[in-house]
C-alpha cells in the first residue's frame, strides 16, 4: 500500500469501505466483490508505475473506467488491486487536418462528443451510457451501440493507442496513421481484449463529420422478419441511415409503465422499429418517403422537432433501466447473422420457458447486426440454466454469445460455444506472451 500511496499520493489509495463500495459492485448490482484497494492514477506514467510494483509482487490488478460494464469484467472477484483509470481526463486539441483526437482512458464518451462537436465533427460510437461510459472502457471491450450500422464499433475508431503492459512498460503509438503496414496491429488487438492484455490509457480516435439534421421515424410492425425484411431497401434509400433499433410489446409495456410514456400508436403492435436518419440537410424527406414506400409496415411515426425525436428514442433508450427497475436479470447481449434473426426470436421464448416456465422474457437491440439484448426477469435461481438455453440456441444459429458488452466474468463458462479450442488457445498464447504471470484481469474473458 506503501509504494501506492507514493506514487499516486493518499489522497488516491482508497482502503475505506465507505470510499470503495461503488468501485467493487457494478450498476446492475450483479456482480461484486471486495478490492484490496482502489488506485486512482492521474497520468500514464503513474499507471506504469503502479503496474510494475504489481508485477514485482505478483499483486494481481483489475482494471475499471466507469463502471458501466453490464458482464463483471470491471469489478473485483475478491482480493485484486482495482486500478481506476477515471482521473486520466486529458482531451487533446481537436486535429482537423487528419480529424482525429487524443483522449484519456477516463474521458467519458459524453464529453467527448461534446468536444468533437465543438469543432463541427463528431464521434461515431454512441450509447445510452454516454454520461460515465469512459474511452478506456469502451476501447477495451470494443463497445458497439446504435451507430454500428454508420461508423462501425469502437475498435474502427482506434488510430492509435497508448497502453500499460503487465509489467509497466508503455507502448504508444498516437501518430494516428492512416496508413501503417508495418505489422502486427496492437491496437486493434487490445481493442476488445478488456483489460487482459494491456491496460489502455489513452486512445488517438477518429472524428467525423457532424451532422445537425436528423429525422427519427417509429415503425410498428407484425414480426421481426418484417423488420429484417425492410433493412436492404432501406440501406440502399437511406444513405443517412444511423440506427435500426428494434423492441417489441412487452419492453414497449415496461418503458411505458416505469416512463411514464404516452403509446406511440392508437393500438399495440409485436415489433417496432426505430430508424434515424443523420445528413448536413434536413433528412426528414427521405425518410418519410423511405417510410411511406416500406412494405409490412402497420403503422407509422415520424418525428421532425428534436423533441418529437427525443420522445420516441426514449422508448428505445430506457429499456435498460425500466428492465433494471422490476428487478435483477439475467442479462444476454448476442447476435446471430442477420438474416437469422427472426429464426432467433421465434425460438426464443420456447427455449427459455423449456427451462423456466416463470422467466420473462425483454428483448431489444440493434437489428441490422442482428444484435439481440435478451433480458430475462422472474428466473429465481435458474439464471445458469437460462443463460445456458439462450447461448446454446444463439451458438446453433452459428451466432456470437457476446456480441458488444464483452464476456467478462459473466460469459467465460460459454467462451468456447463461440470460439474453437485452436481460437481459444492462440488467445491463451497472446494472453501469456504479454502477461505471462497472468496479473491482469484474471477470470476475465479466458477460461
Ligand atoms: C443498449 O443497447 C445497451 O441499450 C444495454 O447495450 C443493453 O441493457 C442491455 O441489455
Ligand atoms: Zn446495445
Known amino acids: 500500500m506503501r509504494a501506492f500511496v507514493?506514487?499516486?499520493?493518499?489522497?488516491?489509495?482508497?482502503?475505506?469501505?465507505d470510499l470503495t463500495a461503488s468501485y467493487e459492485t457494478d450498476w446492475t448490482g450483479r456482480f461484486s466483490g471486495k478490492a484490496a484497494c482502489v488506485?486512482?492514477?492521474?497520468?500514464?506514467?503513474?499507471?506504469?508505475?503502479?503496474?510494475k510494483h504489481c508485477h514485482a509482487e505478483g499483486l494481481k490488478v483489475v482494471v475499471q473506467g466507469g463502471n458501466t460494464g453490464l458482464v463483471g469484467g470491471g469489478v473485483p472477484a475478491g482480493g485484486e488491486v482495482l486500478l481506476s483509470l477515471a482521473r486520466l481526463t486529458d482531451l487533446g486539441d481537436v486535429d482537423l487536418a487528419s480529424a482525429q483526437v487524443t483522449a484519456g482512458a477516463g474521458v467519458t464518451l459524453a464529453d467527448l462528443q461534446i468536444h468533437a462537436r465543438a469543432s463541427d465533427l463528431d464521434f461515431g460510437v454512441d450509447l445510452a451510457a454516454r454520461e460515465s461510459a469512459t474511452v478506456g472502457g469502451l476501447v477495451a471491450t470494443n463497445a458497439g451501440g446504435i451507430r454500428v450500422l454508420r461508423y462501425g464499433s469502437m475498435r474502427a475508431q482506434v488510430m492509435g493507442l497508448e497502453a500499460v503492459l503487465a509489467d509497466g512498460s508503455v507502448i504508444s503509438r498516437m501518430a494516428g496513421l492512416s496508413k501503417d503496414g508495418t505489422g502486427y496491429d496492437l491496437a486493434g488487438l487490445i481493442a476488445g481484449s478488456e483489460g487482459t492484455l494491456a491496460v489502455v490509457t489513452a486512445a488517438r480516435l477518429k472524428l467525423w463529420p457532424r451532422l445537425r439534421a436528423r429525422a427519427v421515424a417509429l415503425l410498428a410492425m407484425d414480426s421481426t422478419e418484417a423488420a429484417v425484411s425492410l433493412l436492404p431497401g432501406l440501406r440502399a434509400s437511406l444513405p443517412s441511415l444511423s440506427a435500426a433499433e428494434l423492441f417489441y410489446r412487452e419492453g414497449l409495456a415496461l418503458v411505458r409503465k416505469h416512463g411514464p410514456l404516452p403509446a406511440p400508436f392508437p393500438q399495440e403492435h409485436e415489433a417496432y422499429l426505430l430508424l434515424e436518419c443523420a445528413d448536413l440537410t434536413d433528412p426528414v424527406d427521405q425518410l418519410a418517403a423511405a417510410v411511406s414506400e416500406a412494405v409490412g409496415l402497420v403503422d407509422a411515426t415520424v418525428a421532425t422537432d428534436a423533441a418529437g425525436q427525443r420522445a420516441l428514442w426514449a422508448y428505445r433508450e430506457t429499456h435498460t433501466e425500466s428492465i433494471s427497475a422490476e428487478g435483477v436479470p439475467v442479462k444476454l447481449d448476442v447476435s446471430v447473422p442477420t438474416a437469422s434473426l427472426p429464426l432467433l426470436v421465434s425460438q426464443l421464448s420456447s427455449t427459455i420457458a423449456g427451462v423456466?416456465?416463470?422467466?420473462?422474457?425483454?428483448?431489444?437491440g440493434h437489428v441490422n447486426e442482428g444484435n439481440l439484448h435478451v433480458n430475462v426477469l422472474d428466473t429465481g435461481d435458474l439464471h445458469e440454466q437460462v443463460t445456458d438455453a439462450v447461448l446454446r440456441l444463439v451458438a446453433s444459429l452459428d451466432g456470437s454469445i457476446s456480441s458488444e458488452h464483452g464476456v467478462g466474468r459473466a460469459k467465460v463458462e460459454w467462451l468456447q460455444l463461440s470460439r474453437s479450442a485452436t481460437e481459444i488457445a492462440a488467445m491463451q498464447a497472446v494472453k501469456r506472451a504479454l502477461d505471462p504471470a497472468g496479473i491482469l484481469n484474471p477470470g476475465v474473458l479466458l477460461p
Do not use: N, Y
Open 6 to 17: 507514493e506514487i499516486v499520493g493518499a489522497d488516491h489509495v482508497l482502503t475505506d469501505a
Open 39 to 51: 488506485v486512482r492514477p492521474r497520468t500514464t506514467a503513474e499507471v506504469a508505475a503502479v503496474l
Open 356 to 364: 423456466c416456465p416463470a422467466a420473462r422474457p425483454i428483448v431489444f
